[in-house]
Structure formats: structure tokens, C-alpha cells
């Protein structure tokens, strides 16, 4: 399974980040007024080796999952609701659907693994294996070659969307119980405690997180050998994950091989990119974290990446929501970078001291 995973992901050159940086200095502002837009606006151009980069065709994919775990209530709701919300997705009643549209976002529903059967839509892929992964009290939650497949499948969706112009997209996901596997999986591979990881996903009670906080502590007692550290990070995905974070993990990874510009979302989506990065750090140089979710495990994540998000909003929604509500911040960024005055084009005196 390694060379599924391990898809080649090139470094970022940085032989033009002084004539990058210089075409952000020169601008009519004061060194750095634009603070964090800086910073995005030179990560950006970074990524097309250009002081004048290009969005094209902003798109957002929504992997869509059931997980075997629900069955043991880690959730607050059942896991018919994740089929009930793709078929919502595709009647443009979702959160993402309004954000996406207010943004230009292209916007593609994929079945990584749904327990249930739908109609063709414009915007559906269908390309799940099985109706959802396995229940990881008593087994892993993926066979090797579902796992697998469901990477492959996730490189083999970005290409096709790459292949129609699209330069920058974003990973959302829908899936009943996929807190607990990205809370399983962040423990894994960062080695904060379980506690820590775990957060009230879909709104649990006390006594609920409760619950869900000792079947977690159950799950990692039953796979205490896959977890020791000398797990590849694909064994674990096999053992922790879900059909759609590992369709997200391959997709990720694919986009960055394909140097697009990666838009993460939250806790779910944040946990794929962990196993991409655990395999192929370089990945970071490509993604732009968009939030920092109200999930409790987030922001200890992204601390454990380095990452800065773009927005603070308490959202804990998922769908790739934050993806296109920081989008316009992004824009904002190659805006300013291809289209403000520079001090000399407007004639304007610079700073004398």
C-alpha cells in the first residue's frame, strides 16, 4: 500500500521568492500593512512560480461516507442522515451549496461510501466499494485493498478535475460518525492523548461524549499493535479511517502533485491531510487552512502541523463550508498582487527612513 501513498509531491522551488516578495513590497502600502494577505499572496504565487498568479475554476469536493462505528452511538444523529444530506446536496438546500454558489465554486458530491444507492446527478461521482466502512470495535475499519482503492480513486477524481482547468480546490466531507475517525486517527499519528483529540461532533450531550470518549478508549485498546510507531501512516488510515478521508487523502495529495492550490477545512478534512502529511510532509507548502473548527481536537492539530487558518467562526459544520467562505480571501490575495499600484507606477514617494 505504501506506493499508493506515496505519490511523488515536489517541494516548492524558492528560487523566485525574493522577485515574489518584491512585487508584494513594492505595492502602495507600508512594508507588511497587509499582514496574513502577505503571507497567503506569497505562499500563492510560490505555488505557480509567478509574481502574477491565476485562480482558475475554483472547485470544492464533497466525499461523502458512512462509517461502521455509528452503529455504536458516538453520534448524536443516525447514520441514514448521511445519505438524507447528499440527497439534499444535490437539491442545493446545504450549507456548502449556498456558499459554494455565492463564490463561483464548482461544487462535486462524491459517494466514497454511502449505505445507500442514488440516482445520476451532473454534479454526483459514484465511487464507493462498499456501503461504508467497518465497525473498529471489533475490526479495522477497511480492508487493505478498500483502502487502497479508495486512495487510488480519490488521485484518479482530482486529475479528471485538474484535467478540465481547475487550479485551486477544497475538501469537504459528509459522513455520520467521521469524528470519531479523525479523532482516532489524529491520536495515532500525533500521539496527543485521546482525550484530547475527541470533541462533541454533531452536538453530543455530556453524557453522550461520555460515551463516546470510552468506545474510542475501547477501539484503541482492540488495535493497540496497529498503533505503535512503527504504523505506516497508511496502515493506520486502514485501521482508524473512513471511505471518505481516504478518498480525501489520496485526492490531497494528488492535487499537491499536481501543484494546484489545496483549501482545507476542518477537523474531518484536516485529519486526511495528517496521514498525506505523515507520508509526504511536503504537502503543507500547498495548503491553505482555511478555519479553525469549534471541534476541540482542530486546534490542536493544527498546531501539531505548524498551520495558521484563515478564519476563526466556531464552525463545526464540515461540507467543505470553510473552504468557501475563506475563498474570498484568497482572491483578495492575488487581487492585490496583480492589480495595486506600485509606488512607482503611481508615482507615489516611498518611505524616506
Not at 66 to 95: C, R, W
Not at 142 to 171: P, Y
Request: some cysteine.
Amino acid at each position: 500500500m505504501p506506493e499508493i501513498l506515496f505519490c511523488t509531491v515536489p517541494p516548492l522551488s524558492h528560487l523566485r521568492d525574493a522577485e515574489i516578495q518584491a512585487a508584494i513590497d513594492q505595492k502602495t502600502k507600508p512594508l507588511g500593512s497587509l499582514g496574513s494577505l502577505e503571507t497567503l499572496a506569497l505562499q500563492i504565487a510560490r505555488i505557480q512560480q509567478t509574481s502574477t498568479p491565476v485562480l482558475s475554476k475554483p472547485h470544492i469536493c464533497v466525499f461523502a461516507a458512512d462509517h461502521g462505528l455509528a452503529q455504536e452511538g458516538v453520534s448524536a444523529y443516525p447514520s441514514d442522515v448521511t445519505a438524507q444530506m447528499v440527497i439534499n446536496f444535490f437539491h442545493g438546500g446545504a450549507g456548502i451549496n449556498v456558499f459554494a454558489a455565492q463564490h463561483g465554486i464548482a461544487l462535486t458530491i462524491v459517494d466514497a461510501g454511502v449505505n445507500a444507492e442514488f440516482r445520476a446527478h451532473p454534479h454526483f461521482i459514484n465511487a464507493k466499494t462498499q456501503r461504508g466502512s467497518r465497525n473498529m470495535l471489533r475490526e479495522s475499519a477497511m480492508s487493505h485493498e478498500d483502502c487502497a482503492a479508495a486512495v487510488r480513486r480519490g488521485r484518479e477524481i482530482v486529475r479528471g478535475i485538474h484535467a478540465e482547468g481547475c487550479n485551486v480546490i477544497g475538501f469537504g466531507e459528509m459522513g455520520i460518525g467521521n469524528t470519531s475517525a479523525a479523532a482516532l486517527l489524529m491520536h495515532s499519528i500525533t500521539q496527543i492523548p485521546l482525550e484530547d483529540c475527541i470533541g462533541k461532533g454533531t452536538g453530543l450531550s455530556d453524557a453522550q461524549m461520555q460515551h463516546k470518549v470510552h468506545i474510542l478508549q475501547q477501539v484503541v485498546k482492540r488495535h493497540t499493535i496497529t498503533t505503535s510507531e512503527q504504523s505506516s501512516p497508511m496502515s493506520i488510515l486502514q485501521t482508524f479511517g473512513g471511505f471518505e478521508i481516504a478518498m480525501m487523502c489520496g485526492a490531497m495529495l494528488e492535487a499537491a502533485h499536481l501543484h494546484m492550490i489545496l483549501l482545507i477545512d476542518g477537523f474531518i478534512a484536516s485529519s486526511a491531510l495528517l496521514v498525506a502529511h505523515a507520508a509526504c510532509p511536503q504537502i503543507l507548502e500547498y495548503c491553505i487552512f482555511s478555519h479553525e473548527s469549534d471541534e476541540q481536537g482542530h486546534k490542536k492539530m493544527l498546531a501539531y502541523l505548524g498551520a495558521t487558518p484563515l478564519l476563526r467562526l466556531g464552525l463545526r459544520l464540515g461540507e467543505g463550508t470553510g473552504c468557501a467562505l475563506a475563498y474570498p480571501l484568497v482572491v483578495s490575495a492575488v487581487a492585490f498582487l496583480n492589480s495595486m499600484a506600485t509606488f512607482s507606477s503611481a508615482g507615489v514617494s516611498t518611505k524616506t527612513v
